[in-house]
């Protein structure tokens, strides 16, 4: 008995670590069939995540079909507004998985099934889990056409491997090879930490930005600095692939101290749930100053993110008065092993009349490692635990029905929840009334709001002015492509139009002749569109009814005829 449990244990152990180990290399093929062109590489940093795959150029447009990867079985299929748009995800039978994002359509099998579906639920998003025999794909088969679906900021293919445990990874780990890159990473600028609470860099106490000089081989050296006490480096850096001018990310960074590997950060692998994390990866002041990214090559606490490896002293550099010259070395390299290089010859310098930059106290004293309640006239304030990276003093400004909480240059990780007592207003007023993040150049923007008697609370993640506000305007809804009582027997699509200014949509439906019909809704470009090779449309003469409703209720109805022959 207890040898037959070992022997599972055993066979069961090394499926898991062959999962893991070894990575079996060319299994994957490109799903275009034009060049493997790439305008976004893994691990690549982005707003509040890395990058979780590789984005394929299409030629700037949509409808290339898009094949599968490897043999498997299509068994998860999601529509969604925004995030992936129209997505696929394929099994494969060594356990992992392949994605491919911000579809236009799917295969006429793939979209049959999809188009039931939505019917049956009466809504154009749906996840569904197809079982492993329903939907078997062999590689190079076609599953999808590529398009600009979900938030893709242009026609491209997004596409991912994920492991047996749903982590995405490097996809170059598996091959692709035809992706040439014979170029080293550029690297925008270098800055320098000062860490400790008497380190200072050529006599600045805060972030520093470094002067690079170019050498003969194309890496880069700087004057030598003069420091004092526990000091670290960021880098905004970037990679251009061969035939390409899209700027990726790179993919790994290595720093050394006399020789000696002091740091390192890869981008093989992470997990969904670290992404976020990023924010704590770069330097997130200057990003939401000066919008670039600053990846640092040191560790803070609070940072579990797995993608560091052999971190010594954090990545810090400790220089103290007796020191002799030390040299700091920055190895940036992209996935083929171009590497860029920045010697930093390191000096000794003690001042002590250096000011330390003070820190602003205030009555809102927030711990990074505990929960905070704050509340003032009516408004409540609750932080999570672990929501802050580091304790914090809060700069709160409440007055009336308006809170200026903090700034959004500081990181949150996770949502806190603002209260507003509402009992002032009448019921009636009451349902009208929203939340609003309002920018330091005036807009306003929605933000999801709960209502609860007396009581209104939005769960957000990022710091700034939050304030009420109300409103009593219905969503519009305007024909793109037809007017009232038109013929429209050769058209393919009727497409309309519908936008709401203040708190955006929050549901639409459509129905011929009473019956629903099923529209595919666009944010970006605000349009709703029906298909008319859905089949559901047989009568001649026909009542189209749209309904749209924004997010505090306010409803809009759209009623036109439209005649067709069949
Ligand atoms: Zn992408």
Same mark, same amino acid.
């Given at each position: ?6 022997i ?74 925004g ?46 889990f ?5 939907l ?26 994920r ?51 170019q ?10 600095i ?74 803070e ?8 490896k ?5 990545g ?26 920045i ?22 004293? =927030? ?21 802050l ?11 009336g ?58 769960k ?95 409803? =809009? ?5 439209f005649?067709?022959?069949?």
């Amino acid at each position: 008995m207890q040898l037959k449990f070992l022997i599972f244990t055993l066979l069961f152990c090394n499926h898991l670590t062959y999962a893991q180990d070894e990575i079996p290399r060319n299994y994957f093929e490109s799903p275009l069939e034009i060049p493997l062109l790439l305008s976004g590489t893994f691990g690549e940093l982005r707003s509040n995540h890395f990058h979780a795959g590789m984005d394929i150029k299409t030629n700037g447009v949509t409808g290339l079909a898009v094949s599968a990867s490897a043999k498997g079985y299509v068994g998860r299929i999601k529509i969604q507004h925004g995030g992936y748009g129209k997505a696929l995800y394929v099994y494969h039978p060594n356990g992992y998985q392949s994605v491919y994002a911000h579809l236009d359509n799917f295969s006429p099998k793939i979209e049959a099934l999809v188009r039931k579906a939505q019917y049956k639920k009466e809504s154009y998003e749906i996840e569904l889990f197809p079982s492993a025999l329903e939907l078997k794909v062999k590689q190079g088969e076609v599953i999808g056409y590529s398009g600009n679906s979900g938030s893709s900021g242009g026609p491209h293919l997004h596409f991912e491997i994920r492991d047996f445990k749903s982590k995405p990874m490097n996809p170059f780990l598996f091959g692709f090879d035809e992706v040439k890159d014979s170029r080293k990473p550029q690297i925008f600028a270098l800055h320098a930490y000062s860490l400790g609470p008497d380190s200072h860099v050529n006599g600045s106490t805060d972030r520093l930005q470094l002067k690079l000089i170019q050498r003969q081989d194309g890496n880069y050296r700087t004057e030598p600095i003069k420091a004092f006490g526990t000091i670290g480096f960021g880098i905004d850096a970037y990679d251009i692939l061969d035939l390409t001018y899209n700027k990726n990310g790179v993919y790994s960074v290595v720093t050394k101290l006399n020789g000696k590997p002091v740091f390192e950060t890869t981008f093989d692998k992470f997990s969904f749930y670290e992404s976020r994390y990023i924010n704590r990866l770069i330097d997130f002041e200057y990003y939401a100053t000066e919008k670039r990214r600053i990846q640092k090559l040191f560790l803070e606490p609070n940072n579990p993110l797995s993608l560091y490896k052999d971190v010594y002293n954090n990545g810090t550099v400790t220089i103290q008065k007796d020191n002799l010259d030390q040299s700091f070395e920055i190895l940036v390299s992209d996935f083929m092993g171009n590497t860029r290089s920045i010697l930093i010859p390191l000096t000794t310098d003690f001042d002590e009349n250096l000011i330390q930059k003070e820190i602003k106290e205030t009555e809102y004293f =927030a711990k990074a490692n505990s929960a905070s309640v704050f509340e003032e006239g009516k408004i409540d304030i609750y932080i999570p635990k672990n929501a802050l990276y580091e304790d914090i003093f809060l700069d709160i400004d409440i007055e009336g029905l308006s809170v200026k909480l903090h700034e959004p240059t500081t990181p949150l990780h996770k949502s806190m929840t603002i209260g507003f007592d509402v009992s002032q207003y009448s019921l009636e007023d009451q349902d009208k009334l929203y939340i609003a993040s309002v920018t330091s150049w005036g807009s306003k923007y929605y933000v999801s709001t709960y209502k609860k008697k007396d009581r209104l609370t939005t769960k957000v993640n990022e710091f700034g002015t939050y304030q009420l506000f109300e409103d009593n305007k219905a969503p519009t809804i305007t024909p793109k492509n037809f007017r009232d009582k038109q013929w429209v027997s050769n058209f393919r699509f009727l497409k309309l139009e519908i936008d709401d200014e203040d708190t955006g949509i929050e549901s639409y439906r459509a129905t011929v002749n009473g019956e629903f019909i099923l529209m595919e809704y666009d944010y970006k470009t605000k349009t709703l569109t029906y298909d008319f090779n859905d089949g559901k449309i047989s009568d001649t003469k026909n009542e189209l009814k749209v309904v749209v409703t924004d997010k505090v209720g306010n409803t =809009a109805i759209f009623e036109a005829e439209f005649l067709r022959k069949n």
